[in-house]
């Protein structure tokens, strides 16, 4: 039997269900990168959260901690961590010793008692004339 003579075949790219078909695939291939990408930013997500907390915890503290200009201000709060940081030419406070604390209510008495009787005198030596 003789054989039918072939068609030439349409090349594939003239083809409007084939161009169709190709910007399908590109369509898809597209959404697959997205999908790909978003599922590693939601894996990523606790992550990049944290980081940030933890970045704005110490801006935070840094903040707080800063030294107000006036001395003896309780505006600013003191971080425990970063003692050396705070103002490095004033120098460090320390806690009042007990000591310390009795020497200066005993001073004050003595001092208030000397008020009174210079009071009391200056009184004396003006009404009885």
């Known amino acids: 039997m003789p054989s039918k003579p072939r068609k030439p075949e349409k090349s594939k790219g003239s083809s409007p269900l084939d161009a169709k078909a190709r910007a399908l695939a590109e369509q898809h291939e597209q959404l697959r990168a997205e999908?790909?990408?978003?599922?590693?930013?939601?894996?990523?997500?606790?992550?990049?959260?944290?980081?940030?907390?933890?970045?704005?915890?110490?801006?935070?503290?840094?903040r707080r901690s800063r030294t107000?200009?006036?001395?003896?201000?309780?505006?600013?709060?003191?971080?425990?961590?970063?003692?050396?940081?705070?103002?490095?030419?004033?120098?460090?406070?320390?806690k009042r010793l007990r000591a310390e604390r009795r020497r200066g209510r005993l001073l004050f008495f003595v001092l208030l008692c000397t008020f009174a009787l210079v009071v009391f005198w200056a009184y004396w030596v003006f009404t009885h004339q």
């Open 35 to 62: 999908i790909e990408r978003n599922e590693r930013l939601i894996q990523e997500a606790p992550k990049i959260a944290k980081e940030r907390e933890r970045t704005r915890r110490e801006e935070l503290i840094k």
């Open 68 to 94: 107000d200009s006036r001395p003896g201000s309780h505006v600013a709060l003191h971080d425990p961590r970063h003692l050396l940081e705070l103002d490095p030419g004033r120098p460090l406070r320390h």
